[in-house]
């Protein structure tokens, strides 16, 4: 049994304006890894290297050298969040789609990370918005039916895990049950179960259920040892909307708050018995800075005194 985690938190490399990616400076990058390393923190999660947007800057290159600069600073990476397509929709060749998913391995292999995260069901091209891609899903799952277009993702991911599995890379699919498709309790393991790759797993985000009304416990007992990494971050649940007027520090951006744990209503010593008992993780990764305090390295350190009182809380 886990008695303590290996934590790691996000480090920002990138911005994203709705226009462009660009590269942050490597002074703000190497500030953020001071703070964590204050903490006693040198495991992180990056994002944002993926080929759906414009970029100011060379993928392949970029990431190889901010892979560099974390090993350099002695840091592991946990994960690389990235922006991936599933399937390709009309007469667009699924090829494509499996290509594309292979350029975001190849960052994350760049990067050092050990999983490449992503949600299942996004289409292979451009789309401004959420609404914009699910629309082109539900045309498509019209088009040749549900059934069909589970199999397709399935089909795709599974010959990614191959090349994957060859760089040495994981592959993570992420609970958002909220607000996109094959990414609910229903569906999600589905689709895992259809891959079928020992190189394809679950990436588990316990605020996305718990604003959605589903239990993280659950989704961990799902998962099992199918999880291989995770997004850990807190909210007031599905029933607990933003107020009017609402001005605090916990949350100012609706219900999936990406709080730190602690400032929401998940019961944090339930989910971490359950990571104990039903998976074979390590390390956790979460999806959020530390306490909003005014130093920033201060609100790590507070952060992480209280997960681990949390941890010794929940033997």
């Known amino acids: 049994?886990?008695?303590?985690?290996?934590?790691?938190?996000?480090?920002?490399?990138?911005?994203?304006?709705?226009?462009?990616?660009?590269?942050?400076?490597?002074?703000?990058?190497?500030?953020?890894?001071?703070?964590?390393?204050?903490?006693?923190?040198?495991?992180?999660?990056?994002?944002?290297?993926?080929?759906?947007?414009?970029?100011?800057?060379?993928?392949?290159?970029?990431?190889?050298?901010?892979?560099?600069?974390?090993?350099?600073?002695?840091?592991?990476?946990?994960?690389?969040?990235?922006?991936?397509p599933s399937f390709s929709a009309g007469d667009t060749p699924q090829s494509k789609t499996i290509d594309r998913i292979k350029r975001c391995i190849d960052f994350t292999a760049n990067l050092g990370a050990e999983n490449i995260v992503f949600h299942a069901g996004r289409v292979f091209g451009h789309y401004s918005t959420g609404e914009e891609?699910?629309?082109?899903?539900?045309?498509?799952?019209?088009?040749?039916?549900?059934?069909?277009?589970?199999?397709?993702?399935?089909?795709?991911?599974?010959?990614?895990?191959?090349?994957a599995a060859g760089c040495n890379v994981k592959i993570a699919l992420e609970n958002v049950e909220r607000s996109e498709p094959f990414c609910d309790p229903v569906y999600l393991p589905e689709l895992i179960a259809l891959v079928d790759h020992p190189a394809v797993g679950f990436c588990l985000d316990?605020?996305?259920?718990?604003c959605a009304g589903n239990d993280p416990v659950q989704w961990i007992k799902t998962m099992n040892r199918k999880v291989?990494?995770?997004?850990?971050?807190?909210?007031?649940?599905?029933?607990?909307?933003?107020?009017?007027g609402d001005t605090s520090l916990l949350s100012t951006s609706g219900i999936d708050e990406h709080l730190t744990p602690g400032l929401g209503t998940i019961d944090w010593r339930k989910v971490i018995k359950a990571l104990r008992e039903y998976t074979a993780l390590q390390d956790l990764t979460f999806e959020t800075n530390g306490w909003p305090?005014?130093?920033?390295?201060?609100?790590?350190?507070?952060?992480?005194?209280?997960w681990r009182l949390l941890e010794e809380k929940s033997l």
């Not at 082109?136 to 191959?162: H, P, Q, S, V």
């Not at 291989?228 to 029933?239: I, P, S, W, Y």
């Not at 305090?293 to 209280?306: H, Y």
Request: glycine fraction near 8%.
């Open 1 to 84: 049994m886990v008695k303590n985690f290996n934590l790691s938190y996000p480090v920002q490399t990138v911005s994203f304006d709705g226009v462009e990616v660009t590269a942050l400076s490597d002074d703000d990058i190497i500030r953020k890894m001071g703070y964590l390393q204050d903490a006693g923190i040198s495991l992180a999660m990056l994002f944002g290297y993926h080929l759906e947007e414009k970029s100011a800057f060379d993928m392949d290159l970029e990431s190889k050298r901010i892979g560099e600069l974390f090993r350099k600073n002695g840091f592991r990476i946990t994960q690389h969040h990235s922006v991936v």
């Open 133 to 163: 891609y699910n629309q082109e899903f539900l045309k498509e799952a019209g088009r040749i039916g549900i059934r069909n277009l589970l199999e397709l993702c399935a089909e795709n991911i599974r010959a990614a895990g191959d090349y």
């Open 206 to 210: 316990s605020g996305h259920a718990h």
């Open 228 to 244: 291989f990494t995770t997004h850990l971050h807190d909210n007031r649940g599905a029933d607990e909307r933003i107020k009017p």
């Open 293 to 306: 305090l005014a130093d920033p390295a201060e609100g790590f350190k507070m952060a992480i005194k209280f």
